[in-house]
């Protein structure tokens, strides 16, 4: 079973690629079945293929920035959130604040995450 430290590893990890733009290696981190609910509330995302397409389609498009915005939170039966902070950069800048649970299956894979945010959280006008 996972554990607290390689949780908050792995999300910490998480955070960095997204600031890389790295959906090939943001996509080893998800299980081949995972779900994907970003923001909760909208159909998920299920397996793989649609996983890729979600982070292909939306954040490959643009350039992006993240950071965490505390400290990762996390169980030793395989569950994690964190709260953090995406800036969209360029023509139209915009920041979104977030928050994300993520469950991991045994062997570290992220079984699915949960993207809460909506509107109040979406904030135009600068990226930083």
Not at 32 to 55: L, R, S, T
Not at 62 to 85: C, H, I, K, Y
Request: some cysteine; hydrophobic content about 45%.
């Amino acid at each position: 079973m996972i554990n607290a430290q390689q949780v908050r590893d792995i999300m910490t990890r998480y955070i960095a690629l997204v600031d890389a733009n790295d959906v090939d290696a943001i996509l080893a981190l998800y299980a081949d079945n995972a779900v994907v609910e970003d923001p909760v509330g909208q159909p998920p995302h299920v397996g793989i293929d649609a996983i890729a397409a979600f982070y292909r389609d939306g954040m490959g498009q643009m350039q992006v920035r993240a950071r965490l915005e505390g400290p990762v939170r996390a169980t030793d039966n395989g569950w994690g959130a964190m709260p953090f902070r995406v800036e969209v950069l360029g023509d139209e800048p915009c920041h979104i604040e977030v928050i994300d649970v993520m469950e991991f299956d045994a062997d570290g894979r992220i079984r699915s995450m949960k993207a809460y945010w909506g509107a109040l959280n979406y904030i135009p006008g600068e990226g930083t």
